[in-house]
């Protein structure tokens, strides 16, 4: 009887354990597909912060920027980071998708090192997030989007003060993807981890795959064989 029971027991903590993992791993290919949608992101984009207003006078500041979008992995975790160097608010950040809340969530550092996370979606082709500051509770506002056929990065930041619905202007970075200029970008190689532009070369058993970041290229030297089979899998599907 005592073996019976603990059979029973075992039989339905392993129907509990089963579908969990498997909605798990659905979840997080779900993050990784909407993540997906902001592909045109990723790699080195050099380019300029200042005023976001029509023409800025000659005493606005206007600095120098440099920001880098790569993938990152673990296990079956994908997820989004942004590095910004010579930044004047910013300095870094990761995006994922949360797919419980169907939203993107943000996580930037600032300047002084402090964490501020953004909530928000995707509408006509603008990622729009948001965060109101505990202590001043003002709204924040980080926009991004690419233009120029892919070859533009912007992203523009904004608030609204508590009680208020007037949103004001702080600042607005443009940047230019490295090594393209603003004629049409050319894609000829897709990367065999994201999908993406490939923009690196990466050899396996003397053939020559591509990558669209550092992040991919470590995923791919870890499950080589896994990438591959993916990869060709999808495109004897496009072949159909």
Not at 128 to 151: H, S, W
Request: charged share 30%; glycine share 10%.
């Amino acid at each position: 009887m005592r073996r019976l029971l603990g059979l029973g027991f075992l039989l339905g903590l392993i129907g509990l354990v089963v579908p969990a993992m498997a909605a798990d791993k659905t979840d997080k290919a779900a993050a990784k597909d909407a993540l997906k949608e902001l592909q045109d992101f990723i790699g080195g984009w050099k380019g300029n912060g200042g005023p976001d207003k029509p023409r800025p006078s000659r005493t606005d500041p206007i600095w120098d920027e440099t920001v880098s979008w790569g993938w990152r992995f673990k296990g079956d975790d994908a997820w989004l980071t942004m590095t910004i160097k010579k930044g004047k608010f910013l300095k870094s950040g990761e995006l994922r998708f949360l797919p419980d809340k169907k939203v993107y969530q943000l996580t930037m550092t600032d300047k002084d090192d402090k964490k501020l996370v953004f909530l928000g979606q995707i509408k006509n082709e603008i990622l729009t997030l948001e965060r109101v500051d505990p202590d001043t509770k003002a709204t924040q506002q980080i926009k991004m989007n690419v233009a120029a056929e892919g070859v533009r990065f912007i992203y523009r930041v904004a608030h609204k003060d508590k009680n208020s619905t007037l949103w004001k202007k702080d600042y607005l970075v443009q940047c230019t993807k490295e090594g393209e200029s603003l004629g049409k970008a050319e894609k000829k190689n897709e990367c065999v981890v994201s999908g993406g532009v490939g923009t690196m070369a990466i050899s396996y058993k003397g053939e020559t795959y591509y990558v669209c970041c550092s992040g991919c290229a470590e995923a791919f030297k870890e499950t080589p064989e896994k990438y591959i089979a993916e990869y060709k899998a999808k495109k004897a599907g496009k072949k159909k």
